[in-house]
């Protein structure tokens, strides 16, 4: 007996969730476990949740992931000057399956030359601003 399978997989979205709470500190960013609903992908596209990033004021780029035992890991950016606290089981954004002819390509800042040392919070808002344009450029690349 066959199985019909969709042929469009990619437009089919999954939630993923924060697999433990967390607290982040003012300006601050960590790696967090996420999780998803089937044991092993690769790649997977992530599109965060733009209501929980304007609700707590974290950011948590696009991402590609691979899943492996159900679990991921993604980054989460506080930019405000307050802790924030997300909560176990959180929905943090949806993943999609990728393409297999998607290209993806690194984007980089150029190094800096400024013989004075940035401050922590300069530093983190400058790799907040690389991280948007990454977000944005990814997802331009994803139009194509």
């Given at each position: 007996m066959a199985l019909p399978t969709d042929k469009d997989v990619e437009k089919?979205?999954?939630?993923?969730?924060?697999?433990?709470?967390?607290?982040?500190?003012?300006?601050q960013e960590c790696d967090i476990d996420?999780?998803?609903p089937f044991?092993?992908?690769?790649?997977v596209i992530f599109y965060?949740?733009?209501?929980l990033q304007q609700n707590k004021l974290v950011l948590v780029p696009h991402a590609l992931l691979n899943i492996r035992h159900y679990k991921s890991t993604l980054t989460m950016i506080n930019s405000s000057n307050y802790p924030t606290?997300?909560?176990r089981n959180t929905r943090l954004g949806v993943i999609t399956y990728a393409n297999p002819n998607i290209?993806?390509?690194?984007l980089a800042p150029k190094p800096s030359f400024n013989s004075q040392q940035p401050s922590?919070?300069?530093?983190?808002s400058s790799n907040v601003q690389t991280i948007f344009k990454r977000q944005m450029t990814r997802t331009s690349l994803l139009r194509i």
């Open positions: 089919i979205a999954f939630d993923v969730k924060l697999v433990y709470s967390v607290t982040v500190g003012p300006l996420v999780k998803a044991s092993t992908a690769d790649p965060p949740k733009q209501q606290v997300v909560s290209q993806c390509f690194v922590n919070a300069q530093q983190l």
